[in-house]
């Protein structure tokens, strides 16, 4: 199976996740998803859906001077961040738990 076509349908709520616990700058955040597993997640779409989702209006930013480069811009959940993050993590609970049960029920769980 192709992970990257997973990981399109999942970024949004996983650079949310990374961001619940501690704000965070592109990079910063890049480095923890791969960190968390997510090795196949490409530079671009996690910049990406950052702006998309301060767009949206579920993060904010702030810049913090840096002494060894240009000024970083740190991303943090708001209320509707972390609102989105809840709804978005049940259906996630859900759809994963349906999936479970269809590969358990034909004898493919791991």
Known sequence: MDTTQLLKGVLDLAVLAVLREEDGYGYDILRRLREAGLEE???????????????AGL???????????????????????????????????????????????RGMAA
């Open 41 to 55: 997640v490409g530079d671009a779409s996690v910049y990406g859906t950052l702006r998309r989702l301060f767009a």
């Open 59 to 105: 993060l904010t930013t702030y810049v913090v001077p840096s002494e060894s480069g240009p000024h970083r811009k740190y991303y943090a959940l708001n209320a509707a961040g972390r609102d989105q993050l809840t709804r978005s993590g049940k259906t996630w609970r859900s759809f994963a738990t349906t999936m479970d049960a269809l590969l358990d029920d």
